[in-house]
């Protein structure tokens, strides 16, 4: 059965770094666009940054600038590397496709915390 699945969140104090990283069944990365989510406590889950097989990415405001979302096509990989994490970035965060006929079952994500 084809899953996802994410590693890399951890515990940091404000204004540190995370980098997570995604395995994709390759059936869905080679053909579209992948994207980081995360949901917060109390809250939808939201697309945060997004990256098409050729390398074009996009993000949600409040992550623009600290956040940067790259692929490895070879390896069937995203990764989403943090910097200048805020409180309010705690959430867990999941991968999957970004266009939703390409959207498979989400992984158990990974927890990023960071500490005020």
């Known amino acids: 059965q084809a899953q996802l699945v994410e590693s890399g969140g951890g515990l940091v104090q404000a204004g540190g770094s995370l980098r997570l990283s995604c395995a994709a069944p390759g059936s869905i990365f080679s053909r579209t666009t992948m994207g980081w989510y995360r949901q917060a406590p109390g809250k939808q889950r939201e697309l945060v940054a997004s990256?098409?097989?050729?390398?074009?990415?996009n993000y949600v405001d409040s992550v623009k600038g600290r956040f940067t979302i790259a692929r490895d096509n070879a390896k069937n990989t995203v990764y989403l590397r943090m910097d200048s994490l805020k409180p309010e970035d705690t959430a867990v965060y999941y991968c999957?496709?970004?266009?939703?006929?390409?959207?498979?079952?989400w992984g158990q994500g990974t927890q990023v915390t960071v500490s005020s």
């Open positions: 999957n496709a970004a266009v939703p006929r390409w959207m498979i079952s």
């Open positions: 990256v098409t097989p050729e390398g074009i990415t």
